[in-house]
């Protein structure tokens, strides 16, 4: 089953707004977020080009990350892990592509997750002691 928790639609051509997605602290790719592709109005083909495309960004705690993604005719998708969700807060990340031949970067599409803290932290997770008198 694919759960996807967001399809955003991006003009290439035009100036990206910000978007915010919601997820929980410790997910774990249970959530997809696809970007559509247009180019003028009518699917950008992404398959048979010379295109890497990442997500990356930096966690509720700062540090960075990079993950791959994948891709099929104009759509880009990024599973949200437990690693990208690992701490709650702010998530600024963007989607990159990159041209596979020199690196250069073609596009930008920044976004961010806004990591609701897990109310069941498992790391921390005590279990009850019991007494028998």
Not at 13 to 36: C, H, L, M, W
Not at 49 to 75: A, L, P, V, Y
């Amino acid at each position: 089953m694919k759960n996807i928790i967001k399809r955003i639609e991006i003009e290439l051509y035009s100036p990206t707004s910000y978007e915010v997605i919601k997820a929980q602290q410790g997910d774990n790719k249970t959530r997809i977020i696809e970007f559509i592709l247009y180019d003028q109005g009518k699917p950008y083909i992404l398959e048979n080009q010379n295109i890497k495309i990442t997500m990356e960004g930096h966690r509720g705690d700062k540090s960075s990350f990079i993950k791959d993604c994948c891709f099929t005719d104009n759509i880009i998708s990024a599973t949200l892990d437990s690693d990208v969700l690992s701490e709650p807060g702010t998530v600024c990340a963007k989607i990159v592509m990159y041209n596979s031949s020199d690196e250069s970067i073609l596009s930008t599409i920044p976004f961010q997750i806004s990591v609701q803290k897990n109310p069941c932290d498992k790391r921390k997770i005590e279990i009850e002691k019991q007494s028998i008198i």
